[in-house]
């Protein structure tokens, strides 16, 4: 016994050792949402994921590129593989982040603006790893979800992104038709003598379509506080007579201010609307920098939000067509430059949260999470039943159409337009998904309406948003701030109140209980009934209504819903059927399913039937030709040390540095 005691306790070290080496392997390349591998792969090595639902693709920062034949940039995923674009910004929005991505950096710690107590910041931040933790409902979607610190103690509760790229052209729309009334000299901004006698009032639809509204945004005058008397959803920024950006400007009596330009906060339930506030991120793009920054404690590098040319409320277009905002400028300004040995613009090793590591969301990252989130399918409306076309003709009868306002239109796009007004933006969207309830199968269907065109070059095919005009059915909203009544004011820490909201856009309201800003009605009847104020009228009508009927508005309601997008049965190769068995690379993978990795260029082969550990026979649907088909050999994102920063703007190819490139 005396004799084996070495053994054992040398054995007991091996295990030890072996088991630090294991997990600290695993610990390199695994993560829950991370799973690349198939049935052949060692778990250890390669975690899989059979199911084939995980993220395919490691953590790999893409690279910012305007020229699409640049093989894997960000204009390459946008115009000449749309689909795989898209799924490399759905992974950056369900990846749960590691430390060596560097996720977080100050735990716990309160950020955001100052609130109206003076003391307290509006939420914690560095809290969860992925977009997909707090938007999961329906789960891998960019769904609605929990209730969360911020803004005071009731919390903000989690709205659904689906169809978020038709919200971000309506309010960029909006913002060219306020120009249109008040800029009368075309000089981009609006002076205090321009303002005068001007009152912003807008249309959902053009003129001789049914269902057309005026919608009154008020007075571009100055109020007493020396704003614009316009909607809180008008956020001025103002400027000097030259239009250049005055930033520390709290309104016009300011003596250097002239004026002001105009950002349309079109996202989030409402702001403070108070002076120095920043609005709440008015893109795609900001609203995905600014989650990043402040739940994930990921800072974006992006040049395309914080170069501003004229000095003034613009930043750049986007690759995806929508003017950015200097608002929205993260802290990461690339003020110190990795070497880089290509001519390429080396990462910015700015680092603002210290924690080590560089560049932590790069500039072609958020040109695809904002192709995903412009191009995310729009809610869908269930089955139509009697009750429910009852329900909706009694929603438009009692007022809630009023603000719920069902449809807008899209003006086509006509860039070249003389008048800088009437240049709109068209639908910059690649594919319409057309859903809708099929009586006979009972179930959900869909089909893909491209909106692109195929543009051909000496150098190749490439798709580019037709940018026509578009009308969309069924949102619910008027994009208005409204003070709907006392029962939904907000009482922040210091005794201060928030008593506007922006309509809540209700199409997928079926699906997304619990209700309204605070998440405090768990079900549709009773936030109908807490409505007042403005909305007054149409409460009151509402509950003279009989039980019955209020069920069939509930029922209408209810059908408006979300829906897993890929499990949703589609006719994804346009032939008119959705088959039993549809295959792909010459496997059969079932259902023909919403999943864009069958339309890649290089489309995901599965591994097929298999047995599994326990001898049943099952159907692997892990990929087997991931580097192909997700490109991971082109030359923008071939990252040969697997560092996460991609050959062309690692300073060191090839050794493997998660900080740096290097380190
Ligand atoms: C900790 C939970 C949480 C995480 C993580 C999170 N969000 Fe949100 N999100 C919210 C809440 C709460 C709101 C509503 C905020 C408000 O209006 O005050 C919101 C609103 C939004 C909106 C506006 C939707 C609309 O139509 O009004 C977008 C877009 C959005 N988030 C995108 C993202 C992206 C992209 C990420 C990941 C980078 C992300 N969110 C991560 C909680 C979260
Ligand atoms: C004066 C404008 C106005 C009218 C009229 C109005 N609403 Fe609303 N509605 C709002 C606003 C603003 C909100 C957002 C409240 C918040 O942010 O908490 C809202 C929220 C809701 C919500 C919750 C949405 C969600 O995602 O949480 C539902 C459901 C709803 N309204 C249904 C109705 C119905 C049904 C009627 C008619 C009886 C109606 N509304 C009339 C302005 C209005």
Request: some cysteine.
């Amino acid at each position: 016994m005396q004799k084996n005691i070495p053994w054992i306790f040398g054995g007991f070290l091996l295990g030890v050792l072996a088991t630090a080496y294991g997990t600290h392997q695993w610990f390199a390349h695994a993560q829950q949402t991370e799973r690349p591998g198939n049935s052949l792969d060692n778990p250890i090595d390669i975690p899989r994921d059979l199911s084939g639902l995980s993220i395919k693709i490691p953590r790999i920062r893409v690279v910012h590129t305007t020229d699409a034949t640049d093989e894997g940039g960000s204009m390459y995923l946008q115009e000449v593989d749309p689909w795989l674009g898209y799924m490399w910004g759905k992974a950056l929005s369900q990846r749960n982040f590691r430390e060596r991505d560097g996720v977080y950096g100050d735990n716990g710690k309160i950020e955001g603006v100052l609130l109206p107590d003076g003391a307290t910041k509006m939420m914690d931040r560095s809290h969860t790893n992925s977009c997909g933790s707090c938007h999961n409902v329906p789960y891998r979607d960019a769904g609605a979800g929990m209730t969360i610190a911020k803004n005071g103690a009731t919390g903000r509760n989690t709205p659904h992104q689906y169809g978020g790229g038709l919200i971000e052209m309506i309010g960029l729309q909006i913002r060219l038709q306020a120009y249109a009334i008040a800029d009368t000299n075309r000089d981009g901004w609006i002076s205090k003598e321009e303002a005068k006698g001007k009152r912003l009032i807008i249309h959902n639809l053009p003129e001789g379509e049914p269902g057309r509204v005026a919608i009154d945004l008020g007075s571009f005058e100055e109020n007493e506080y020396g704003m614009p008397s316009l909607n809180p959803v008008m956020y001025p920024i103002y400027v000097d007579k030259n239009g250049q950006r005055i930033a520390y400007a709290r309104n016009m009596k300011h003596p250097e201010v002239a004026g002001y330009q105009i950002e349309v906060q079109v996202f989030g339930w409402g702001n403070l609307y108070m002076p120095f506030r920043p609005p709440v991120s008015t893109t795609l793009r900001s609203f995905t920098t600014a989650p990043f920054e402040i739940h994930s404690g990921l800072q974006s590098h992006d040049p395309t939000t914080y170069l501003s040319p004229k000095r003034d409320a613009h930043a750049l277009v986007s690759n995806a067509g929508a003017q950015q905002f200097i608002t929205a400028a993260s802290k990461d300004r690339g003020g110190v430059r990795a070497p880089s040995k290509n001519g390429m613009p080396g990462i910015s090793l700015d680092d603002p949260d210290r924690d080590g590591y560089a560049e932590e969301i790069s500039e072609g990252d958020l040109d695809v999470a904002e192709w995903y989130f412009l191009n995310h399918p729009a809610p869908a409306r269930g089955r139509q039943t009697a009750d429910v076309r009852a329900g909706e003709k009694l929603f438009a009868q009692v007022g809630c159409a009023t603000c719920h306002l069902p449809d807008w239109q899209l003006l086509p796009g006509n860039t070249k337009a003389k008048d800088y007004t009437q240049r709109f933006d068209g639908d910059r969207r690649f594919f319409d998904l057309k859903v809708a309830f099929n009586d006979k199968t009972e179930r959900l269907e869909s089909k893909i309406e491209y909106r692109t065109e195929q543009v051909k070059t000496a150098k190749g095919e490439r798709s580019v948003p037709r940018r026509g005009g578009y009308t969309i059915r069924g949102i619910y909203s008027d994009f208005k701030y409204h003070d709907v009544g006392e029962d939904f004011y907000q009482m922040q820490f210091d005794g201060s109140i928030v008593k506007e909201w922006r309509t809540a856009p209700l199409w997928g309201v079926g699906t997304t209980a619990p209700y309204a800003h605070d998440g405090a009605n768990l079900d549709l009847d009773s936030v109908i009934r807490r409505h007042g104020g403005e909305a007054l009228d149409s409460r009151v009508n509402y509950t003279k209504l009989t039980a019955k009927e209020r069920e069939q508005i509930i029922c209408f309601l209810n059908s408006l819903v979300l829906y897993q997008t890929d499990q949703l049965p589609c006719d994804i190769n346009g032939d008119g059927k959705i088959e039993e068995n549809f295959k792909v690379q010459g496997m059969n993978t079932g259902m023909e399913c919403f999943n864009p990795e069958w339309l890649f260029r290089i489309p995901v082969k599965i591994e097929g039937p298999i047995r599994n550990i326990r001898g049943e026979k099952i159907v692997s649907r892990a990929g087997v030709n991931l580097r192909a088909a997700y490109g991971l050999d082109l030359h923008f994102l071939r990252d040969t040390d697997g560092d996460g920063f991609p050959d062309i703007t690692d300073q060191h190819p090839t050794i493997r540095g998660f900080r740096d490139g290097l380190r």
